[in-house]
């Protein structure tokens, strides 16, 4: 079976942003999907970070974003960057899942619902598409309509 790899976009700012991605990368792992973690995989910025220091770590991201089968977005606290990801995602053709959670973000923006490829307001929902992912992939079919393999 070959792997499927999620690039997960979303603000680690806080320990509430913090504590929402940590559970989408849960849900990730439970089904045995690869990561690429920007705050933990794509280096860190200096306490005084060189215009180097925040290419490196841009490029890092660009290349992984590049490299991946999906970018799963939480867009329920709104962040530039993650708007950056998302878009440069779909710039890419880079199939994107967005996920806000219904009881803390707000609307789904026009220009990001038109750019994913499926959005989620429950983790409920989101872990059953997880699942019909990893299933059809473990029967060894190829994955149907809505579920797209890029």
């Not at 329920?76 to 009881?103: K, M, Q, W």
């Not at 299933?135 to 393999?149: A, H, K």
């Amino acid at each position: 079976m070959e792997k499927i790899s999620f690039y997960v976009a979303g603000p680690f700012f806080n320990d509430e942003q913090l504590s929402s991605l940590e559970t989408i990368e849960t849900l990730l792992n439970k089904h045995d999907f690869s990561m690429f973690r920007p705050r933990i995989d794509a280096g860190k910025l200096d306490t005084h970070p060189t215009k180097e220091n925040m290419k490196e770590v841009f490029m890092t991201d660009i290349n992984a974003i590049d490299n991946c089968s999906y970018v799963l977005a939480d867009i329920t606290y709104r962040d530039t960057g993650t708007c950056f990801e998302i878009g440069y995602a779909f710039s890419r053709h880079i199939p994107v899942i967005l996920f806000c959670n219904e009881e803390k973000g707000s609307k789904m923006n026009l220009m990001l619902a038109a750019s994913c490829h499926k959005n989620f307001t429950s983790l409920l929902e989101l872990d059953r598409y997880l699942t019909a992912i990893e299933t059809v992939l473990t029967i060894g079919q190829e994955l149907p309509g809505d579920i797209e393999w890029h």
